[in-house]
Each structure stands twice: as structure tokens, then as C-alpha cells.
């Protein structure tokens, strides 16, 4: 049976050459590890953990805002696996988001750009609307909520399977204050059609990228 497996691989997936073993990847992407004895395994995933950014003293958070303009870069903040995706597909189950700051004449808005990998994400998910929003966990055991102010439709991409949600809501002082204050843990995303909890990939977005809209 191994055998079998082995040659599936082997017929299937890239091979390359390690110290004492052959190093396969299969069509899904995982990768195998064939020894001498003619044992194999998965290779392990090692997490490299990123340097996290330092959070300003609350005095320092304290002072009077004064907002400057510009547009920082798009991030990935949130990315993973859909609760409801994953009951169809193994592969094709996760959901992400890239955060935008731009500010402008004192409004500070935040872009965030939804992608679903179903080719039809309306199906579950519905709309992002008025009554749509983030709940982020904080690391200082607190929670903010960030609201939708207007509906947005999805866009569906049929061929390359997933749909994507452009939307953007309004950070008031008191929500930058608090963003600066504390990692994101947790996000409990409510879509119109239903809510959904999702993992931070990147826990110190608001505190390293606020900072840089603040005179």
C-alpha cells in the first residue's frame, strides 16, 4: 500500500533531491519526505514567528490627534479558515482580508478588501451592509467593534473561483486610540447572511500603521 502511495507521488508531484531522502511535492502542495529504508512523511511546518511592533505608552496614545494626509500600502490582516467553506472543500476554504489606511482632511477611512475562495460567495455569505461589521479581540483582553456605514455588493470571479467584497468604513479618535492600544487576536466578521470567526495574520497592523497617519 505504501508502495502504491510512494509511486502516486512520484508520478503526481515535483521530486527534488535532499541529503538522504527524496523531497516531493504533491499537486496540493504538501510536501513528502521518502527515506532509505523506504519510510516517508510529511514534512513539518515550522512558524516563523515576525517581529511584533511596539505599543506607545498610553501617554504617548494620549495626546490630541492630529491627522495628516496620506495613503499607506495594503496589508493582509486577516486570513483563515471558513467554518462554512470548509465543510465543501479541504483546499478551497479560506477566507482574507487586506486592510488600507488612507487619510484625508482629518477623516481617517479604512479600506478593507474582502476574498472568499468560493467562485460564488453570495450564496453564503450575502452582502456586506449597514448592519455588517468587525468585532476584533484585543490582546489587553478588551474588544472593539468596527461598523459598515454603507451596502456593498460582492464581485464573483467564476473562473479563478473566488469573490471578492470592497468595503470601507470610518475610524473615529476614540477606535484609533484603542487600536493603537492592543494586538488583534480574534475577528468575528458579520456578514449579512451569516457571522464567522477568522485568525489574525497580522496582529500589529494597527499599531505599527496608525502611527504613520499621526502628526
Excluded: C, H
Excluded at 502511495?5 to 499537486?27: D, E, F, H, V
Excluded at 527515506?35 to 510529511?42: H, I, P
Excluded at 456586506?128 to 460582492?154: H, R, V, W
Excluded at 470592497?166 to 457571522?195: C, F, G, H, P
Aim: glycine share 4%.
Amino acid at each position: 500500500m505504501k508502495n502504491i502511495l510512494i509511486l502516486s507521488i512520484l508520478l503526481l508531484g515535483t521530486i527534488s533531491q535532499t541529503n538522504a531522502q527524496l523531497k516531493l511535492r504533491t499537486p496540493e502542495g504538501k510536501i513528502v519526505l521518502l527515506f532509505d529504508n523506504g519510510t516517508w512523511k510529511y514534512e513539518e511546518i515550522k512558524n516563523v514567528e515576525k517581529p511584533v511592533a511596539q505599543i506607545k505608552s498610553a501617554e504617548e496614545i494620549a495626546k490630541p490627534l492630529v491627522i495628516i494626509d496620506t495613503e499607506l500600502e495594503s496589508q493582509t490582516v486577516i486570513k483563515g479558515i471558513s467554518e462554512k467553506l470548509n465543510k465543501f472543500s479541504d483546499t478551497n476554504n479560506q477566507v482574507k482580508a487586506d486592510f488600507q489606511i488612507i487619510s484625508i482632511e482629518g477623516k481617517v477611512i479604512l479600506k478593507t478588501n474582502w476574498k472568499i475562495m468560493d467562485a460564488e460567495g453570495f450564496r453564503f455569505f450575502g452582502f456586506i451592509t449597514k448592519k455588517s461589521k468587525m468585532l476584533f479581540s484585543l490582546s489587553n483582553g478588551e474588544s472593539i467593534e468596527l461598523q459598515y456605514a454603507e451596502d456593498f455588493e460582492p464581485k464573483e470571479y467564476p473562473k479563478y473561483k473566488f469573490t471578492t467584497f470592497a468595503a470601507e468604513l470610518e475610524l473615529n479618535e476614540d477606535q484609533i486610540r484603542k487600536l493603537q492600544n492592543a494586538y488583534l487576536e480574534k475577528v468575528e466578521m458579520y456578514w449579512s447572511r451569516r457571522t464567522e470567526s477568522y485568525e489574525i495574520f497580522n496582529p500589529d497592523y494597527f499599531v505599527k500603521e496608525l502611527p504613520k497617519i499621526i502628526k
